[in-house]
T-cell receptor, first 115, second 113 residues
Framework: NAGVMQNPRHLVRRRGQEARLRCSPMKGHSHVYWYRQLPEEGLKFMVYLQKENIIDESGMPKERFSAEFPKEGPSILRIQQVVRGDSAAYFC?????????????FGSGTQLSVL | AQSVTQLGSHVSVSEGALVLLRCNYSSSVPPYLFWYVQYPNQGLQLLLKYTSAATLVKGINGFEAEFKKSETSFHLTKPSAHMSDAAEYFCAVSRGGYQKVTFGTGTKLQVIP
């Protein structure tokens, strides 16, 4: 009974490197959301994807950040040329439907530390 | 635009005491409201949700919340705190599509033996 799986749990990168965060949604879920959590702040929406489609990326920084959810395999959040300000916990969530009262199932997150 | 405000980033209660975590929302239309809990090093889990069916919503682990339109509030309560309730709690509001869920800044609950 696998829930939302995220890996790695911890990721350390030096400034300028690339970070790849992976998320496998729950079985049967076709809607994936990425959130970022900064210290002392709530979760901030980044992007909403369905299989092979980006539905809403209004929360994504305009540069260096990208996300995909291919037909096969996990969803990937990619951060190019990381900077110290990218250090945060990144959470993936999935849901079976995209309705306003539907709950989200969260993964345990990836803690990104940029040195 | 929708938003939630959580009053108090840290709340401490004694074991067995009442837990009250405050949340006020701002929404131009009747919202859907949620409380999520986050235990250390884990993702968020849904405690309860309000979807207009009833103003008093019961959730898991003995928590409940009451939707008060006149006060634009959705406070979370539990009659008797348990040590295992120590966690961070997030209020959230949804309207305009599920991906538009907006989370509050969270309240860390400490339970003192």
């Amino acid at each position: 009974n696998a829930g939302v799986m995220q890996n790695p749990r911890h990721l350390v990168r030096r400034r300028g490197q690339e970070a790849r965060l992976r998320c496998s949604p729950m079985k049967g879920h076709s809607h994936v959301y990425w959130y970022r959590q900064l210290p002392e702040e709530g979760l901030k929406f980044m992007v909403y994807l369905q299989k092979e489609n980006i539905i809403d990326e209004s929360g994504m920084p305009k540069e260096r950040f990208s996300a995909e959810f291919p037909k096969e395999g996990p969803s990937i959040l990619r951060i190019q040329q990381v900077v110290r300000g990218d250090s945060a916990a990144y959470f993936c969530a999935s849901s079976p439907r995209n309705t306003e009262d539907e709950k989200l199932f969260f993964g345990s997150g990836t803690q990104l530390s940029v040195l | 635009a929708q938003s939630v405000t959580q009053l108090g980033s840290h709340v401490s209660v004694s074991e067995g005491a009442l837990v009250l975590l405050r949340c006020n929302y701002s929404s131009s239309v009747p919202p859907y409201l949620f409380w999520y809990v986050q235990y250390p090093n884990q993702g968020l889990q849904l405690l309860l949700k309000y979807t207009s069916a009833a103003t008093l919503v019961k959730g898991i682990n003995g928590f409940e919340a009451e939707f008060k339109k006149s006060e634009t509030s959705f406070h979370l309560t539990k009659p008797s705190a348990h040590m295992s309730d120590a966690a961070e709690y997030f209020c959230a509001v949804s309207r305009g599509g599920y991906q538009k869920v907006t989370f509050g800044t969270g309240t860390k609950l400490q339970v003192i033996p």
